[in-house]
């Protein structure tokens, strides 16, 4: 059992490349998310997906699109990186939205920009 | 805006001590809160879940409990061991949104 899934793992970037960060789960949950962890920042939300169709902004969401393909499939899209978007992404699952479930966690996707 | 708070930001303990994280929130119109673990470099790991109709969970030496009322959550550990140290990060899901918001987590440091 996969439960959540993040490709890339690591990835270098040049200032004003673009690059798409995609995350999928396989537990039939309704609700994704994007976060990013910076040092003694805990994690911040990004962009949410409370179901299949919908997507909101979250804390942090400046310089960030995001994609919700299918149900199993929410990706995040740096159009023009830049250093302040050196980060570690979490992509998330949940059962959603509304429901009282637990989240499930990818591995994390650790982006340096240059 | 739900804002969820952690203390200490950091914590350094010898080995075989109990000790309590706290964990406080400003909405408590909450659905559940997680308790997680987070080695260096490393994903989340989930340790427990409380339901917003429980007041408490226990795995093994970990004890959480959740007062919705007043917004407030403690994760005990009991006889801690230098394995347990990690970052433990709270997150409470609900509120006025379909959001799951974090803290900004404990650094635990347990000393042999």
């Not at chain 2, 203390?7 to 010898?14: D, G, K, Q, Y």
């Not at chain 2, 470099?41 to 917003?52: M, R, V």
Request: hydrophobic share 35%; glycine share 8%; charged share 15%.
């Amino acid at each position: 059992n996969a439960g959540v899934t993040q490709t890339p793992k690591f990835q270098v970037l040049k200032t004003g490349q673009s690059m798409t960060l995609q995350c999928a789960q396989d537990m039939n949950h309704n609700s994704m998310y994007w976060y990013r962890q910076d040092p003694g920042m805990g994690l911040r939300l990004i962009y949410y997906s409370a179901s299949e169709g919908t997507t909101d902004k979250g804390e942090v969401p400046n310089g960030y699109n995001v994609s919700r393909l299918n149900k199993r499939e929410f990706s995040l899209r740096l159009e023009s990186a830049a250093p302040s978007q050196t980060s570690v992404y979490f992509c998330a699952s949940s059962v959603g939205p509304f429901v009282d479930t637990e989240a499930f966690f990818g591995q994390g996707t650790r982006l340096t920009v240059v | 805006k739900q804002e969820v708070t952690q203390i200490p930001a950091a914590l350094s303990v010898p080995e075989g001590e109990n000790l309590v994280l706290n964990c406080s929130f400003t909405d408590s119109a909450i659905y559940n809160l997680q308790w997680f673990r987070q080695d260096p470099g490393k994903g989340l790991t989930s340790l427990l879940l409380i339901q917003s109709s429980q007041r408490e969970q226990t795995s093994g030496r970990l004890n959480a409990s959740l007062d919705k009322s007043s917004g407030r959550s403690t994760l005990y550990i009991a006889a801690s061991q230098p394995g347990d140290s990690a970052t433990y990060l709270c997150a409470v899901y609900g509120g006025a949104t379909n959001k799951l918001i974090f803290g900004t987590g404990t650094l635990l440091a347990v000393q042999p």
